[in-house]
């Protein structure tokens, strides 16, 4: 009932940026927290950056100081803007988004991926 499409990924030579997004639609009654995951070859998926419905973000240690996460609540929308990238961040990204399909019924939502690769 809700989707989510994400954009944004691609192929940038390390010290490179991308900007991913994520674009929630359906049947939303309100958004809560907003998110950036992603997955290497072989490794569990992991928490990259998060937002609050208020604002506040937090970042994995890895992203801190380079990525930035933001939301813009009249568009239903997420981004992640990623700079000075590195071949470690090199993964499939995943947003996620929880909130409210209504008073009384929550969902929490993934987008279907979007490939990061960093050459060195």
């Known amino acids: 009932q809700v989707q989510l499409v994400e954009s944004g990924g691609g192929l940038v030579q390390a010290g490179g940026s991308l900007r991913l997004s994520c674009a929630a639609s359906?049947?939303?009654?309100?958004?809560?927290?907003m998110g950036w995951y992603r997955q290497a070859p072989g490794k569990q998926r992991e928490l990259v950056a998060g937002i609050t419905s208020g604002g506040r973000a937090n970042y994995a240690d890895s992203a801190l100081g380079r990525f930035t996460i933001s939301r813009d609540n009249a568009k239903n929308t997420v981004y992640l803007q990623m700079n000075s990238l590195r071949p470690e961040d090199t993964a499939v990204y995943y947003c996620n988004i929880r909130g409210q399909i209504s008073s009384w019924r929550s969902f929490s939502s993934w987008g279907q991926g979007t490939q990061v690769t960093v050459s060195s």
């Open positions: 359906g049947s939303i009654f309100s958004i809560d927290a």
